[in-house]
DNA sequence: TCGACTTTGTGCGTGCGTTCACAAGCGGTA
DNA sequence: TACCGCTTGTGAACGCACGCACAAAGTCGA
């Protein structure tokens, strides 16, 4: 902890070096963004688009002018002054930095309704991820194809995995089963998982976890409207039907 | 802004009032945590566990003990020291605070592969999410039961909406729909949003989004094991193969 | 009844992420 | 070539959230 930003590496390409050096600074939140930023100007590039200002990237992406350019400025400075970025060089940069030259191959497992919906998606939108491998327990299941990958049993991730090196492990099983799951991609040497299944995976440090729980997504959203109909009822801070200072905020 | 914490109100129910009070205050991440609390202390319940302390509360819920404990002092103090906490308790209160108590009637539009793996999910793990309407542009859908659940054709979604007081709405459409879609909930009233289609929305502040953009998960993951390859690839701060001090970490 | 132990609730310091504001830099123009 | 206006990149301040560490408070046993 507490590594001192020494700037003594002499070692590879100058370029190159810099970026990974980098690589560890990007605050999580800035990653999250970035992969965003990447698909509107993907969006842009199609249309033609070849130049865009902070401005316009920001309001496309629903975030901050100055946040964007921050985020741009921790994976370098490619922008023109004065003019703004050029979409491409953006584009690759982006590309880079998150990772997506090298192929990652996606395995899925469980086949019910959200692993079809999964495996159906063939290759996720923006490209780059290609599903090669399915699992599921049924035995009734396995050998159908899938999206045209034909589905394979669970006993058979450890070596299937090794063998189609694949990077990414989704698992889309019910609860009990995703541990176990779990257990098994990490020993196929799968660093990285998608866990829709509602529970707590442990892993070794080395490997990365991320979950979409959709229940979780619904219960924030009605905190929300739980709070919004709160205050539409008048019930805020010593709020008698005026604002603080007897002025109407809004009208 | 800056309201001050004035603790002088005098109307509504004592305890209500108090709950309403501390919703606002409420960090968003902790609001989330909440939700998976919520979760496992459901998990338990069914167990028939009466008790638990915040430390394996905590544990079972992937977090760090104390914040635990603070994030549940936001909602106010149910524990009983050197014992622990009521499940049933716990339970009750985060439900009431998520505005769980309230059913939420759910609306799923764009029965894709996505749309039917949500509408087949009927009540989402964790119940008091009823999906109560389906909605899609395809004519040959309409009418025919997925899930138990009629297709509507998209032009209804205001009237249908408004009619089954749908408070949640799904967009699980392709992305140049997903902006019309989400204009026409808006207009039924809709306050809470949960978007997969990778379009960034326009709504009034009134509304609420919530996205899942897989494509993004992936994207993170996918930052991640790139800058773990670089790691091991030994560009890291003047790392030259040794640890800083010549000491290796975890033999 | 009293003491010792256990666990909660929270005040406070620290670090990260966001925002602001401005200097630096570049293209266009005369 | 020199000036002007526009946009980037970033230093610095702010605010939030996390984690520590401890006092408060309750239970259990003697």
Tied chains: 1, 2.
């Excluded at 992406?61 to 921790?74: C, F, M, W």
Aim: with cysteine.
């Amino acid at each position: 902890m507490a590594a001192q930003r020494g700037e003594g590496d002499t070692t590879a390409t100058p370029a190159e070096a810099a970026d990974k050096e980098r690589a560890r600074a990007i605050p999580e939140a800035a990653v999250a963004r970035l992969a965003v930023y990447l698909r509107v100007l993907s969006g842009m590039s199609e249309s033609g688009v070849t130049a865009v200002s902070s401005e316009e990237l920001s309001q496309a992406a629903g975030v901050n002018a100055a946040k964007l350019r921050k985020d741009l400025s921790y994976i370098g400075s490619y922008g023109t002054r004065g003019v703004g970025y050029d979409v491409e060089v953006l584009v690759s940069h982006i590309e880079r930095i998150l990772g997506l030259t090298r192929n990652h191959s996606v395995a899925v497992v469980g086949i019910g309704n959200l692993g079809h919906a999964l495996a159906n998606y063939g290759g996720f939108p923006g490209r780059g991820f290609p599903v090669t491998a399915l699992f599921d327990v049924d035995a009734d299941l396995v050998g159908i194809p899938v999206g045209g990958i034909p589905v394979n049993h669970i006993d058979e991730i450890t070596a299937v995995c090794l063998e189609r090196e694949v990077s990414i492990g989704v698992i889309a099983t019910p609860p009990p089963a995703a541990q176990s799951v779990c257990d098994r991609l990490v020993s196929a040497g799968v660093q990285c998982i998608l866990n829709f299944a509602p529970v707590v995976l442990q892993v070794p440090d080395n490997v990365e976890v991320r979950k979409v729980d959709l229940a979780v997504e619904m219960q924030i959203l009605s905190f929300h409207v739980a709070r919004r109909a709160d205050e539409a009822a008048g019930v805020s801070v010593g709020n008698n039907g005026l604002g603080v200072d007897g002025m109407v905020i809004r009208p």
